[in-house]
């Protein structure tokens, strides 16, 4: 079992930045590929980027590409979403997931949420504009 804590989300003006953190714990952090969706009002979870195990791959959403960048401490058992230029249509809450995967696939990332089995409770993200 894998336990995981988002922080870092809050209310931000559009243009600015915030940092989102997610802790694991539970079970060995190194073979988990992680990944960050969010979820606004009304709308559907979406992907938003993923890192995998390896820490070697990223993938991001077209609408989060050059803003936002993933990031992994293997060390502290934490990733982090570093949020840029955010954007009044970045509110959401945001989710931080993980999967672990087998040795094979540890350059992979999913933006699949059925491929992650873990989930934390979430941070509210707010842009104003």
């Known amino acids: 079992q894998v336990q995981l804590v988002e922080s870092g989300g809050g209310l931000v003006q559009a243009g600015g930045s915030l940092r989102l953190s997610c802790a694991a714990s539970?079970?060995?952090?190194?073979?988990?590929?992680m990944g960050w969706f969010r979820q606004a009002p009304g709308k559907e979870r979406e992907f938003v980027s993923g890192i995998s195990y390896s820490g070697g791959n990223t993938y991001y959403a077209d609408s989060v590409k050059g803003r936002f960048t993933i990031s992994r401490d293997a060390a502290k058992n934490t990733v982090y979403l570093q949020m840029n230029s955010l954007k009044p249509e970045d509110t959401a809450v945001y989710y931080c997931a993980a999967d672990q995967r087998p040795h094979l696939l540890r350059d992979y990332v999913s933006d699949r949420s059925i491929e992650y089995r873990y989930w934390g409770q979430g941070t509210q993200v707010t842009v104003s504009s």
């Open positions: 539970g079970r060995t952090f190194s073979s988990y590929a």
